[in-house]
């Protein structure tokens, strides 16, 4: 089995576009989008068989007349989501990490947890494909709940791609923390390049091996192969900047499926990266 994260350091770069198709190349594949704020790759699976369920979590509540007002929840929590003022105990629920350190510091039980549904999660097959997502509601601050369930689906089929949230977050983070192999997925700019070395110093800081995916790539354009040749960041390869790929992305295809030259190309690029040769 292999788990290839594919990610990029800014949106619009075609990170989606490279995760689907090359979940549709591996012919029997987990997809997995992690992006929870703006989930796109069912779009172009169109999957059937949808199942739902709603991902919830624990957040504390005080007991304001067993509260002693000690302070120790507040002092233990590192995330600033309690405060005391007024003579009481005040949660910010936005900045509530769910770990439950605070029910367990408190010497006189006055805090239990309660449960709160912060999004969804919904699975469903399309084009040979486990097609899994996640949705946060709006108003939500923190997906990682979301993204922890979805990659429990990790690793039923023989290949896992992972569409990552755009950028270096935190949620980004534990979208590859268990992941073989990250593909990061830049275009020729400077800013590109720019945000591609921060999840390229992001994929090194968690130990994965890596290997950057030019995509629009132009032959008068060579910045990133520029400044990966400098950096000694392995490239596997580009996709060439084509009309034809934009107008099959804008309208929702799967340019593997519509085209054999495609599936030829993401299917060898898959290649490369499960047969270890990036």
Known sequence: MK????LSGKGGVGKTFVAVNL???????????CDVEEPNGHLFFKPLN??????????????????????????????NALAYAGNKIMVF?????????CTL??????????????GTLTRG?????????GTLNIGEANGIPIIKRLKRFSGLWDTTIIDCPPGSSCAVMESINDCDFCLLVTEPTTFGVHNMALVRELAELLGKPYAVLINKALPDEPIVRE????????VIGEIPYNAELADLNSRGKIAALCNSEY????????QSICGGDA
């Not at 788990?3 to 594919?6: F, G, H, K, R, T």
């Not at 979940?23 to 989008?33: C, E, G, M």
């Not at 510091?105 to 912060?118: F, G, L, M, N, Y």
């Not at 599936?263 to 898959?270: E, I, S, V």
């Open 227 to 234: 400044y990966c040749a400098q950096n000694n960041i392995p």
């Open 3 to 6: 788990s290839v994260a594919v």
């Open 93 to 101: 629920d936005e900045l509530c990490h769910y770990c439950g350190g």
């Open 23 to 33: 979940a549709y190349a591996a012919k029997a594949a987990v997809y997995i989008d």
């Open 105 to 118: 510091v408190c010497p006189v039980a006055a805090i239990h947890e309660s449960s709160r549904t912060i």
């Open 125 to 133: 097959s399309g084009n040979r494909v486990m097609v899994c997502s």
């Open 263 to 270: 599936q030829t190309l993401f299917a060898g690029l898959l």
């Open 50 to 79: 949808y199942y739902c369920e709603e991902v919830s979590v624990t957040i504390p509540e005080i007991a304001g007349d067993l509260c002693t007002g000690c302070r120790a929840c507040v002092d233990f929590c590192q995330y």
